[in-house]
């Protein structure tokens, strides 16, 4: 195979992360612990986080977004501050509890995964590591999410007072799948 058109590489992604999803849906079981682990991944990738660049990255609302950072915070497993570049705003971070919960879960859904994956030959192994790395590449560069927080703040505009564009798309949770 020589060329594989982008459409098709974006549609089977798409599937594939959808089955993948499911499956680890299937394995942690609880719908309010998948939110959890949901929300803490997102946190661990943008912390200290704001909420509206939580918003954005968990895909729901700023309002949905304070919700679940204000259950996340009473649990211990967030912490919020003050923001450093402006004190009337709060930022987020995990806790030990909250890396914990995260590594535990990880670590659960790893070990019921890796027998799907055992059966591949190395150089199929390493095939699917360099795919996996290219996509997380492109993710980084290109996702409108991952723009740097010091440009966008939670009120929606950049340094020189523009509007953004948000992802806010619902109020309650989103399914992952």
Known sequence: MDDVDSAEIVAGLVVVSSRLTRAFRRVIGNESQLVTLRALAVVEQYQPVRVGHFAQGYLCSQPAATKLLARLEGEGLVIREASVTDRRASQFSLTDAGRAKLAENRGIMIGQMEPYFESLSAD?????????????????????????????????????????VRSDIADDEIPIG
């Open 124 to 164: 199929e192994r390493v095939s699917v590591h360099r795919a996996l790395g290219l996509v997380a590449q492109y993710l980084q560069e290109q996702h409108p999410v991952d723009v740097d927080e010091a440009r966008v703040d939670d009120s929606g505009k950049d340094d020189s007072g523009e509007d953004v």
